[in-house]
């Protein structure tokens, strides 16, 4: 990503994954393949009743890998070292089990504000496994993304090994990863609203779907699933707008040893679970029971 890139994607007086034109979004959503499809107000709102047997949308809050490895008394680094494997095993899960949309929230915006050293560590990290797994992910038809990665911080390196995985994946029509590092769920929304007034759109013409039209990767549809690793339970600033409506489930593994068979337990909770989006069964209605 060169300096130029990064002026062009963060808003005036900020970093982040700045959001261009009106135009430019549609473009960005026509040609970027894939499924797509929001539920906003009433329109492409789901049947409600029982959810469907694979959630398209999946998206993993990946927590726990400095617990893991205070309980071994390792260092910290060491817990995201270890992490690798899960990451691995995981999106082979999710192609596997027919997912189309995978989403791992690797570092926040809030993240930069560890010790340094261990930041330092996860760039390190984070590009070995970029260049490492590059060829498994081509050979598997996923198609990349990286959501954020626009902080000057980031060393230029890093950020040239993410535009090379999504450049070298963009043709691929299978499962759609998509990698969120330097993210905040604020940060979108707020970049989408600026990209709103920037574009002229008056306060009255603004709806869900335009809005959404201004966010980053336009065509994402919204989460279906959330999995939160190690048991805490918070939102923790991550795709705010597109998990509105999204079921959650806590597993209290840790994230580094997070598997296959527990995501597919996730899978199969979710299937239990009964989406209405607010509304209730149509058989309900008028039914003060």
Not at 10 to 19: D, I
Not at 163 to 172: I, K, Q
Not at 224 to 240: A, H, K, P, W, Y
Request: net charge neutral.
């Amino acid at each position: 990503m060169t300096e130029q890139d990064r002026a062009d994607r963060a808003a005036p007086g900020e970093t982040g994954p700045g959001v261009t034109d009106h135009g430019a979004h549609r473009a960005r959503a026509a040609t970027g393949g894939g499924p797509g499809g929001r539920p906003y107000g009433n329109d492409q709102r789901r049947d409600d009743g029982p959810a469907p047997a694979v959630p398209q949308h999946v998206a993993c809050v990946m927590d726990g890998n400095g617990r893991w490895a205070q309980r071994r008394s390792l260092p910290r680094t060491a817990g995201h070292q270890a992490a690798e494997a899960t990451v691995v095993d995981i999106i082979e899960a999710a192609r596997a089990a027919g997912v189309e949309w995978l989403s791992l929230y690797a570092f926040s915006t809030e993240n930069w504000n560890r010790p340094g050293n261990e930041v330092d560590y996860l760039m390190r990290l984070v590009r070995r496994v970029v260049r490492k797994h590059a060829p498994l992910l081509l050979a598997r038809g996923i198609r990349c993304r990286f959501l954020g990665a626009a902080d000057p911080r980031i060393p230029r390196e890093l950020a040239q090994d993410f535009d090379d995985l999504a450049t070298l994946t963009a043709g691929n029509q299978g499962m759609t990863l998509t990698v969120a590092f330097d993210h905040g769920g604020r940060r979108d929304i707020v970049e989408a609203a600026r990209s709103l007034i920037r574009n002229g759109i008056q306060a009255d013409d603004v709806t869900e779907r335009l809005f959404a039209d201004h966010l980053p990767f336009p065509d994402t549809p919204d989460v279906d699933l959330v999995i939160r690793t190690s048991g805490e339970q918070r939102i923790s600033n991550f795709m705010l707008w597109q998990v509105a409506y999204a079921e959650w489930v806590f597993p209290d593994v840790l994230w580094p040893d997070f598997r296959a068979p527990d995501f597919l337990t996730c899978l199969h909770t979710y299937r239990r679970r009964d989406r209405r989006f607010g509304g209730v069964p149509p058989q309900t209605n008028g039914d003060p029971s």
